[in-house]
C-alpha cells in the first residue's frame, strides 16, 4: 500500500526558502504514469495546488507560484522535493503531497498526513 | 474567489439525502475537465470520494456518488450519518489558467 510522508522545517523565516520532502514507500517514485504532487491550505482555508512532478523530471506549476516554485524528484531515494523561495506570511499553511495516476489533472490519491509550516520571524 | 464555485456550508438530518455542487466554466468542468471530490475531516488529510466524475474508490461506500453536466458537477449523499460531517472539496483542471483548481469547500453539517 503506498504512502507518503513530508517532512521539513515547521518554521522559516521571512524572505527565506521554505523546503520539504516527501518520501514514498510501498511502491516505486517511478512507476510509469504516476505524477507526484504538492498542495498547501493555509489555516482555515481551502486547498491550493502547488505544482506536480513525474519521474522522468516533467514539471506543471500553479501560474500564481511559478516563479517562487521549484520541484524536483530523487528515484534513488523515492523522493520528491519542493521549494519555495522568498516566503511570506501568507505562504503559512499546512503543506500535503500527494500521487495522482495518469497526468497532472487526475485525482490525487493517496495523500501524506500533510505538515505545518510557519513562516515567522 | 475560488475558480470553482461552492457553496460555503450545507446541511441535514440523519438519513436524509444532501447535495453539494461545484459550478466552473467552459476553460473547465465545461471543456471536458474531469471533476474529483474530497472529504476533509478536522485535522486530517483529505480523502478521495469520487473521481472522474462518477467513479468511487474501492472503499468508498455507494452512499456517495458524483455527477457532471455541463459547467458543474455535484456530489451526493444518501442516509446521511453523523460522521459525514465534514469539509467537501471539488477540483477540475482550467485550460486557461493551465493548472489543477480546486473549489472553495462545503461544510456540511449533519443536524
Known amino acids: 500500500q503506498l504512502q507518503l510522508q513530508e517532512s521539513g522545517p515547521g518554521l522559516v523565516k521571512p524572505s527565506e526558502t521554505l523546503s520539504l520532502t516527501c518520501t514514498v514507500s510501498?511502491?516505486?517514485?517511478?512507476?510509469?504514469?504516476?505524477?507526484w504532487g504538492w498542495i498547501r491550505q493555509p489555516p482555515g482555508k481551502g486547498l491550493e495546488w502547488i505544482g506536480s512532478?513525474?519521474?522522468?523530471?516533467?514539471?506543471y506549476y500553479n501560474p500564481s507560484l511559478k516563479s517562487r516554485v521549484i520541484i524536483s524528484v530523487d528515484t534513488s531515494k523515492n523522493q520528491f522535493s519542493l521549494k519555495l523561495s522568498s516566503v511570506t506570511a501568507a505562504d503559512t499553511a499546512v503543506y500535503y503531497c500527494?500521487?495522482?495516476?495518469?497526468?497532472?489533472?487526475?485525482?490525487?490519491?493517496?495523500w501524506g498526513q500533510g505538515t505545518l509550516v510557519t513562516v515567522s520571524s | 474567489q475560488s475558480v470553482l464555485a461552492q457553496p460555503p456550508s450545507v446541511s441535514g438530518a440523519p438519513g436524509q439525502r444532501v447535495t453539494i455542487s461545484c459550478t466552473g466554466s467552459?476553460?473547465?468542468?465545461?471543456?471536458?475537465?474531469?471533476v474529483h471530490w474530497y472529504r476533509q475531516r478536522p485535522g486530517t488529510a483529505p480523502k478521495l470520494l469520487i473521481s472522474?466524475?462518477?467513479n468511487r474508490p474501492s472503499g468508498v461506500p455507494d452512499r456517495f456518488s458524483g455527477s457532471k453536466s455541463g459547467t458543474s458537477a455535484s456530489l451526493a449523499i444518501t442516509g446521511l450519518q453523523a460522521e459525514d460531517e465534514a469539509d467537501y472539496y471539488c477540483q477540475s483542471y482550467d485550460s486557461s489558467l493551465s493548472g489543477v483548481i480546486f473549489g472553495g469547500g462545503t461544510k456540511l453539517t449533519v443536524l
Open positions: 472522474g466524475n462518477s
Open positions: 500527494a500521487k495522482s495516476r495518469g497526468g497532472v489533472s487526475a485525482a490525487s490519491d493517496p
Open positions: 510501498g511502491g516505486s517514485i517511478s512507476s510509469s504514469s504516476y505524477y
Open positions: 467552459n476553460s473547465n468542468i465545461g471543456g471536458s475537465s474531469d
Open positions: 512532478i513525474y519521474y522522468s523530471g516533467s514539471t
